[in-house]
Each structure stands twice: as C-alpha cells, then as structure tokens.
C-alpha cells in the first residue's frame, strides 16, 4: 500500500522558514518525480514544486516560490523535503506530498485534482505576523 506521510507545517512569521517532510513506503521510492502540492483557502491545487526520480537532478518550482524554496530527496531514507524560506502570507496553504502515477515519468495534466498518483494527508502551513 502507497503511504506518503507529511510533517514539519506549522506557523512560522513573515520572512521566517519551515522545513517540510515526506515520508514514503509501499513503493520504490527511487523510481518516481515527487511533488509538492499546496492549496490555499477558497483556491485549487497549486503545483508547488517537483523533483525528478534517482538522483534529483532536476526540479522545478513555482514562479511565486522560485528563489525561496528548495525541493530534495533522500532515497535511503525514502523522504523528499521542502525548505521554504522567507515564507510571505501567500504561502498560507494545507502542503501536500504528492507523487507521479508513472515510474521513471513526469506526468502533466491540464488540471490537477486527487485523482492524479498518490497523496499524502496535507499540513497545514500558516504564514502571519
């Protein structure tokens, strides 16, 4: 059974940072891009941030998070993570740890729902002075 469990949200102040983790069993977890979902409230599903499968080598981020946060994994200890620093208001969101339905794919969709791979339960992060 796929599990992806997330921890590390939180309130953190304007310009402060959090860490978040992902943590994944009943699958090969080297084998699949990880993503980082969030969804503020009265919003859709925003693709935060993604992470190729092995190695990690290529990631992307969200315009409105590029140069603040930062997506990577450990496949020994079957964890992705995202650092988010300088956090904004804006960033107010439940986090969701997401991954690819497809091995060894990047798999895009014109609109991302639930029904898309396999998600966590979300944490909440909360952003305010």
């Known amino acids: 059974e796929v599990q992806l469990v997330e921890s590390g949200g939180g309130s953190a102040q304007p310009g402060g940072s959090l860490r978040l983790s992902c943590t994944a069993s009943?699958?090969?977890?080297?084998?699949?891009?990880m993503y980082w979902v969030r969804q503020a409230p009265g919003k859709g599903f925003e693709r935060v941030s993604e992470i190729s499968q092995r190695g990690g080598a290529t990631t992307y981020y969200a315009e409105s998070v590029k140069g603040r946060f930062t997506i990577s994994r450990d496949n020994d200890k079957n964890t992705v993570y995202l650092q988010m620093d300088n956090l904004k208001p804006e960033d107010t969101a439940v986090y969701f740890c997401?991954?690819?339905?497809?091995?060894?794919?990047?798999?895009?969709?014109?609109?991302?729902?639930?029904?898309?791979?396999?998600w966590g339960q979300g944490t909440q992060v909360t952003v305010s002075s």
């Open positions: 997401v991954r690819d339905p497809n091995p060894y794919k990047r798999t895009l969709v014109p609109t991302l729902g639930t029904d898309f791979g396999y």
């Open positions: 009943g699958f090969v977890f080297s084998t699949y891009w």
